[in-house]
C-alpha cells in the first residue's frame, strides 16, 4: 500500500512532455450501468519543436467503476493522423528521432507514445505512435508521415 501511494505521488510529480493539447471529440461506444461509458476519445498533440505540425490520436478508453476511478487499462486500440497546419521547415538542431507526446492508458504500466523521425532523403516527417505494453512479443502501433516544404 505505502509503494503504490509513493509511486502515484511520484508518477504526479514526473514532468509529461508533450501532453495533449485538445480534447476534440468524445464518442460513447458502450452503455455502462455503472460509472462513465467506454469510449473513442481524440486528442491533438502539437508538435513542441516543429511549428505547423498538428497529431490527432484517437484511442479507446475504458469505461465502468474501474474507468471512472482511472484504474482501468485501456485497451492499444488506437490510430494516428498528423497534418501540416501552415508552412512546415525542419529547425535547426532537431534530433533525428524523438518523442513528442504521451497518453496514459494505465495507472501504472502502460502508455501510447508519439515519437517524430526526420527523413532527410525524402524530406518527411515520420511520426509514429507506440503502446509501450508489448502484445505477442511486440507492441501496437500507427504511423503517420507529413512533408516538409522545399527551401
Known amino acids: 500500500m505505502r509503494f503504490t501511494i509513493l ?3 511520484a508518477a504526479a510529480l514526473l514532468p509529461t512532455p508533450g501532453q495533449a493539447q485538445s480534447r ?3 464518442i460513447s461506444v458502450a452503455f455502462r450501468w455503472l460509472g462513465p461509458n467506454d469510449k473513442i476519445v481524440v486528442d491533438r498533440y502539437d508538435d513542441p519543436r516543429v511549428a505547423n505540425v498538428s497529431c490527432y490520436l484517437s484511442r479507446a478508453e475504458t469505461g465502468g467503476v474501474k474507468g471512472g476511478l482511472g484504474l482501468a487499462e ?3 486500440r488506437f490510430s494516428v493522423a498528423c ?3 501552415g508552412p512546415v521547415t525542419v529547425p535547426a538542431g532537431l534530433p533525428k528521432r524523438e518523442t513528442i507526446g504521451f497518453a496514459q492508458a494505465s495507472i501504472f504500466f ?3 507514445q508519439i515519437h517524430r523521425s526526420f527523413d532527410q532523403e525524402k ?3 515520420v511520426y509514429t505512435v ?3 505494453k508489448l502484445i505477442n512479443g511486440s507492441p501496437f502501433n500507427s504511423i503517420s508521415v507529413v512533408p516538409v516544404n522545399a527551401h
Open 123 to 125: 524530406n518527411v516527417l
Open 74 to 76: 485501456d485497451p492499444s
Open 130 to 132: 507506440v503502446s509501450t
Open 24 to 26: 476534440i471529440d468524445e
Open 110 to 112: 502502460k502508455s501510447f
Open 83 to 85: 497534418r501540416s497546419t
Open 7 to 9: 509511486a502515484l505521488a
